[in-house]
C-alpha cells in the first residue's frame, strides 16, 4: 500500500512537468492512472532527466538566439534537437578547420624563419644549386635531435620502455611531408633567387600578418640537375584572404 501511494506521488509530481510522456507509448502520464508500473515511472524520470540535461547543454553552447528553446524542454528527436545538433556540428567543422589553417601557417612562419637564419650577411641572393643544398640541410635539421632520443632509448632498460616515443613519430612524420613535397609538387620556401625577395626577407620581423609580403615559390627535386641559370618555374604567394587570421595565428 506504501509503496503504491509512493508511486502516485511520484507519478503527480511527473504530471506537474510540461512535455512529460510515457517513451515508449509516447503518452503523457497521468496521476490518475490506478494500477501504476513501477519500470514505466522509472523511465519517465530517466526520460525527463535526459531530456533536462540535454536542454542545458545545448542552451549553454548555442550561439543562435533563434534556437534558443526559453526553459522548455524539448524532445532528442524532435526538430528542434537536430537543429540545435546541426548547428554544434557546423561549429565543431569551424573550429577545426580554424585550427588546421592556424597550424598549416605557423608550420610555414617556422619554415621561412629557417631559411632567414642560414643567411649570410652578405648574401644578396643564391644559386639554384646552393638553393637545393640548403633544402637538403632543412630536411635533416632533426638529425641530432633523432640521434639524441635513440641515444637515451640505449641507456639502461629504456629500450624497453621507449622515451619521447611521440616527439620522434611527430618528427618522422614532418620529415616524410616534407621529402614527399620536395619530390613530387615542390615545397614551399622563400625566393632566394632574386635580390628584391631576399631584401623583403630580412626586412621580415617573424609575424603571420607581414607573411604575404615575401616572395614564395615552389622548388622540386628535380630541378637540381637543371641549369644553374634556369629560372625557378613557379612562383607561388600565400592567399591574402588569410590575412584576418593574422591575430589567431600568432
Not at 569551424?94 to 597550424?103: C, D, E
Not at 632498460?157 to 620529415?175: D, F, G, H, V
Amino acid at each position: 500500500m506504501a509503496n503504491s501511494r509512493l508511486l502516485r506521488n511520484h507519478i503527480f509530481i511527473a504530471a506537474q512537468q510540461p512535455n512529460f510522456v510515457n517513451l515508449k507509448t509516447h503518452q503523457p502520464l497521468s496521476w490518475t492512472c490506478t494500477n501504476p508500473n513501477p519500470s514505466e515511472v522509472a523511465q519517465s524520470l530517466k526520460g525527463l532527466s535526459q531530456a533536462r540535461h540535454l536542454q542545458e547543454d545545448f542552451e549553454a553552447r548555442s550561439k543562435d538566439k533563434k534556437l534558443k528553446t526559453g526553459g522548455k524542454l524539448i524532445h532528442p528527436s524532435s526538430r528542434k534537437a537536430k537543429q540545435i545538433s546541426k548547428l554544434e556540428c557546423h561549429a565543431g567543422r569551424v573550429v577545426k578547420k580554424r585550427q588546421n589553417t592556424k597550424a598549416k601557417y605557423n608550420n610555414l612562419r617556422d619554415r621561412i624563419q629557417w631559411f632567414k637564419d642560414q643567411l649570410n650577411e652578405n648574401q644578396t641572393h643564391l644559386s639554384q644549386q646552393e638553393i637545393h643544398e640548403l633544402i637538403q640541410r632543412y630536411l635533416q635539421r632533426f638529425q641530432d635531435e633523432l640521434e639524441q632520443i635513440d641515444l637515451k632509448n640505449q641507456i639502461g632498460q629504456r629500450q624497453k620502455t621507449p622515451q619521447y616515443a611521440s616527439r620522434k613519430a611527430l618528427i618522422e612524420t614532418t620529415i616524410n611531408t616534407e621529402q614527399h613535397e620536395y619530390e613530387t609538387n615542390g615545397i614551399e620556401i622563400p625566393n632566394l633567387t632574386r635580390i628584391d625577395a631576399v631584401k623583403e626577407l630580412r626586412n621580415w620581423d617573424g609575424s603571420v600578418r607581414l607573411m604575404p609580403r615575401l616572395k614564395l615559390c615552389l622548388i622540386k627535386h628535380n630541378n637540381s640537375t637543371s641549369n644553374k641559370n634556369d629560372n625557378i618555374n613557379e612562383i607561388v604567394s600565400i592567399d591574402n584572404e588569410n590575412e584576418s587570421m593574422d591575430s589567431d595565428v600568432e
